[in-house]
């Protein structure tokens, strides 16, 4: 199973951005899916981007203002966010090992590795 690690939380303004990183400890397969998804307590887990060799989505409510990126030779995913706001604020989770074909509809259960989670807090 991968070894996932996220970083790049932190406290920002309304406006304001962060990029969030995730580190793999290894590469998984060429077709495999990896996303970004987000929580905030007492409600489900929300995906918030994904992107496989197929292509990457981003869920409407961040569309225009965040980028999902990955570097396969570093084995890194990225999750850059602009204009962000306090709509924001959620722990943020990165996911790997998932199917291509669901890439695009976010299912959580269909990730086989997830990380610890980072923490974004946009202060209005």
């Known amino acids: 199973q991968v070894r996932l690690v996220e970083s790049g939380g932190g406290s920002v303004q309304a406006g304001g951005s962060l990029r969030l990183s995730c580190a793999a400890s290894e590469s998984g397969d060429s077709d495999d899916c990896m996303a970004w998804f987000r929580q905030v307590p007492g409600k489900e887990r929300e995906g918030v981007a994904s992107i496989s060799s197929r292509g990457r989505k981003h869920a409407d409510s961040v569309k225009g203002r965040f980028t999902i990126s990955q570097d396969n030779a570093k084995n890194m995913l990225y999750l850059q966010m602009n204009n962000l706001t306090s709509e924001d604020t959620a722990m943020y989770y990165c996911?790997?090992?998932?199917?291509?074909?669901?890439?695009?509809?976010?299912?959580?259960?269909?990730?086989?590795?997830w990380g610890q989670g980072t923490q974004v807090t946009v202060s209005s």
């Open positions: 996911a790997a090992g998932g199917s291509w074909w669901l890439c695009p509809r976010f299912e959580a259960g269909s990730f086989a590795s």
